[in-house]
């Protein structure tokens, strides 16, 4: 666990921008949780279980185990620990989790299937009301959070940003949240009918080539790591599949581009381990011809729940203060 380590947290501390302490949350394969003051945390960013899963791509199936109540308890006692006795002081507090958000009802969420219909933020406020923190919960989808965090971390919290993590799904977020469904990762790149390897059952979609496990179901015989291991030894198939890959990421930023803009693209999670950055671009140059947007800039950054936590406390407290 990365102990994040910042200057000590002043009781009287308020700042017009950043609205006084609030608590980022986030729902991964575990439970993060830290308290924020100046979009920075401050002190110890926590988890539950306190243990790392088995490996990076396998996760944990603690939370998939909980029933709903007994996760937003424990969402909640961990909310309580890091809050440190201050919970009247907490401004806001946001909860990101990997799902098809609106209206703060979790319409879809296919690592969390038991949240499916629920009314997570409410149901987090009124147990949190209970102990003690009267701020509404604020629900936003984990790839946004990562955008917000981005955002905050890279000091561009008046800028666009978009970003795609690149895992076993593919997700997509962007800051300043915006009203929308923004399920980039199932943008249709490919007309071919043979391509349906796509979790969510769609054919063409972007996941259904760059997914971890749709890599897996296209590679029957062949973990990602081998195919594009073989793929740098010459092997035909993997080299096609290689560039299918990165063609697909290309046509997906090109459809964003030209309907929102370029802008800044972050680019992160664990199957970034596959990425050529110059293959992506001559791509991605090959179908964004207009000039003025060709200022698109990419870069990829780490994946860490750290980012993730900071911008879930920054959407709760943009979303507070609008309110
Ligand atoms: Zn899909």
Redesign the pocket.
């Known amino acids: 666990m990365a102990i994040l380590a910042a200057d000590p947290v002043s009781p009287t501390h308020s700042s017009k921008s950043s609205g006084g302490p609030c608590i980022g949350v986030v729902m991964a394969d575990r439970l993060y949780a830290g308290l924020m003051v100046d979009h920075k945390i401050v002190g110890q960013m926590l988890s539950w279980p306190e243990a790392a899963p088995p490996t990076e791509s396998e996760g944990d199936d603690a939370l998939v185990e909980l029933p709903t109540d007994a996760l937003i308890d424990t969402v909640c006692e961990l909310i309580l620990q890091v809050a440190q006795g201050r919970e009247k002081e907490i401004t806001a507090v946001g909860v990101a989790l990997p799902g098809m958000i609106r209206n703060g009802v979790i319409e879809e969420a296919p690592n969390l299937p038991q949240l499916k219909g629920s009314r997570v933020g409410e149901l987090l406020s009124t147990n949190l009301q209970a102990r003690g923190i009267t701020v509404p919960a604020t629900i936003v989808n984990d790839a946004d959070a990562m955008a917000a965090g981005l955002a905050s971390t890279h000091g561009k919290l008046n800028d666009f940003v978009r970003v795609w993590t690149i895992g076993t799904g593919i997700g997509y977020g962007q800051y300043p949240f915006s009203e929308g469904v923004w399920?980039g990762?199932?943008s249709v790149v490919t007309m071919d009918e043979k391509e349906n390897y796509?979790?969510?059952?769609?054919r063409g979609?972007?996941?259904?080539i760059m997914g971890h496990r749709s890599m897996r179901l296209r590679f029957l015989d062949m973990e990602p790591e081998e195919v594009f291991e073989a793929a740098s030894h010459g092997n035909q198939r993997c080299n096609d599949f290689r560039h299918l890959w990165h063609r697909a990421l290309a046509a997906a930023t090109a459809t964003s581009i030209h309907q929102a803009g370029a802008g800044k693209f972050y680019l992160t999670g664990y199957n970034m381990r596959f990425l050529e950055m110059n293959l992506l671009k001559d791509y991605l140059h090959q179908m964004v011809k207009m000039s003025p947007l060709q200022s698109y800039s990419l870069e990829v950054v780490n994946d860490d729940e750290a980012t993730r936590v900071v911008g879930a406390g920054v959407a709760a407290l943009q979303m507070t203060q609008a309110c």
């Not at 796509?198 to 769609?202: N, P, T, Y």
């Not at 979609?205 to 259904?208: A, N, R, T, W, Y």
Request: charged letters at 15%; glycine letters at 42%; one cysteine or more.
């Open positions: 399920e990762g199932h796509c979790g969510c059952g769609g979609h972007l996941e259904g």
